[in-house]
């Protein structure tokens, strides 16, 4: 275990919105601090796994800071499998800040990034894919990515990489055990290893494949919404987003910088981008406007070319799409419900097209629907995932693949056994990196300054 003892805010501190604030202290000082600031009434007993009632009192002046409940939960049955304490304040900046201040000087040091988690890992409470997933669970954006993220907490994904793990393991100690002691042991099973080998890369191929899932769950569809000047695009996000994130008005070149609102359609998190209307213009601020809009488009996981049904496919609508034609594109076509009843377009060749009033909130389902056979062409359901891996673990997988690869290359080719143990110990240590079997200092460094202080 580690022998300092770590302090932080583990709640989020906003003045008149926290009810509660807790401060949680980590490490074999916790309880010696907590007995020196705490004061409970009565006869209540200080056991693990028990709230106790009180007030925190400055340990000089005797001065009552505030009055709280403590949480006591002792090694090993905790978080970090080290005694951990947490006192629950009242929210707001003063009463945490002053606890806080009262633990540091009684001997606690202020937490970095992640080192709650991080001590769970290190006393062996999770594994390295199980700390990842509280950062995603924390970061989560929509219910499915809550779900994945709990589902790789519970191990889901640990216990099939550890259990390829285990095989590569075997294989190689079988190898080693016949380049040491060939003559005191039957021949080499190779087409039982082939075999081995066979089902490993097939598992290991359908874990990779989940990665664009992943990614998709937790970072998103960044859509960009786009088009010349008053084809209703605020409107547009108005109305899908049920708010009145952007200003609408029937003057042309309102909306002068980038409007975001953010969604979630099938379980999908959604960046929507309401841009500047693109047109020639000599307004500087307005030119700014548009300039940005272009470069959401370059940025943008789908773009939606908005036109005006009523004035039709102009030479500006024209221009906009020869700009983004090579993005992937769906074009919604607003305003039908002010168009004329028999209004024709002659459009370009866009497979995917959507008809809506957003005025009327009309056409926002289709729209949605739109998005996300979209999203299943490109093969990127995130539905009935069960797990799916990071950018990290994705790195990882493809190296212990190609290295198994290679060890099905070096027995096709009859190479001695040695060359056989090169490519599966490659094998071993990338699984291993996922799980943190065998992971680097400044690897766990990496993962953990992208969490939150306080977890």
């Keep these: 275990m580690t022998e300092d003892t770590i302090v932080a805010i583990a709640t989020a501190i906003v003045p008149e919105q926290g009810s509660i604030g807790i401060v949680r202290l980590s490490g074999s000082e916790s309880l ?19 709230v106790l009632y009180g007030y925190i009192r400055h340990p000089e002046t005797g001065e009552t800071l505030d009055e709280a409940l403590l949480l006591i939960m002792q090694a090993p049955r905790s ?11 009242h929210g707001g900046i003063i009463p945490v800040q002053q606890v806080l201040q009262l633990c540091l000087e009684l001997g606690a040091r ?51 990489i550890q259990s390829l793990r285990s095989v590569c393991l075997d294989i190689l100690a079988e190898v080693e055990a016949h380049i040491d002691f060939e003559d005191d042991l039957p021949p080499l099973n190779e087409s039982e290893i082939q075999f081995q080998l066979k089902e490993t890369l097939s598992k290991v191929k359908n874990i ?23 084809v209703g695009k605020s409107s547009l996000l108005n109305a899908w987003s049920r708010t009145e994130r952007a200003i609408v008005t029937d003057l042309p070149g309102t909306t002068r910088d980038i409007v975001e609102s953010y969604l979630v359609v099938g379980g999908i998190p959604l960046q929507v981008l309401d841009t500047a209307g693109i047109r020639e213009t000599t307004d500087q ?12 488009a370059s940025k943008a996981d789908l773009i939606l070319l908005t036109i005006d049904a009523q004035v039709g496919w102009t030479a500006e609508d024209a221009l906009i799409y020869e700009q983004v034609k090579q993005y992937p594109l769906l074009l919604v076509i607003n305003k039908i ?7 024709t377009l002659k459009l370009p060749p ?4 959507v008809k809506t009033a957003a005025a009327k909130q009309e056409g926002i389902e289709e729209l949605e629907r739109a998005i996300l056979d979209y999203v299943k062409m490109g093969n990127l359901s995130a539905h009935n995932l069960d797990i799916a891996i990071n950018v990290r673990q994705a790195a990882a997988l493809t190296r212990a693949f190609s290295a198994l690869e290679q060890v099905e290359e070096t027995i096709k080719n009859q190479l001695p056994l040695d060359f056989w143990t ?34």
């Design 79 to 89: 978080y970090t499998r080290e005694d951990i304490v947490e006192f629950h304040c």
């Design 208 to 230: 990779l494949a989940t990665a664009q899932q992943g990614e998709l769950l937790r970072r998103g569809l960044k859509v960009a919404i786009l088009g010349r000047p008053n």
């Design 337 to 343: 419900d002010i168009a004329s009843s028999n209004y």
């Design 350 to 353: 866009i497979e995917r097209i």
């Design 285 to 296: 601020i307005e030119r700014l406007g548009v300039a940005r809009s272009q470069q959401a």
């Design 110 to 160: 202020l937490a970095t990034h992640g080192e709650f988690t991080l001590r769970a890992f290190l006393n062996g409470r999770l594994d390295l894919a199980q700390a990842e997933s509280v950062a995603e669970l924390v970061g989560a954006q929509s219910p499915l990515a809550s779900k994945m993220a709990l589902a790789g907490l519970e191990g889901k994904l640990s216990k099939p």
């Design 422 to 455: 090169i490519d599966l110990r490659t094998a071993i240590n990338a699984l291993g990196e996922i799980t943190g079997e065998d992971v680097t200092e400044s690897v766990l460094e990496r993962i953990f300054s992208r969490f939150c202080i306080g977890k």
């Design 32 to 50: 010696p601090i907590a007995k020196t600031l705490f004061q409970t009434p009565g006869q209540q007993k200080w056991e693990s796994h028990r």
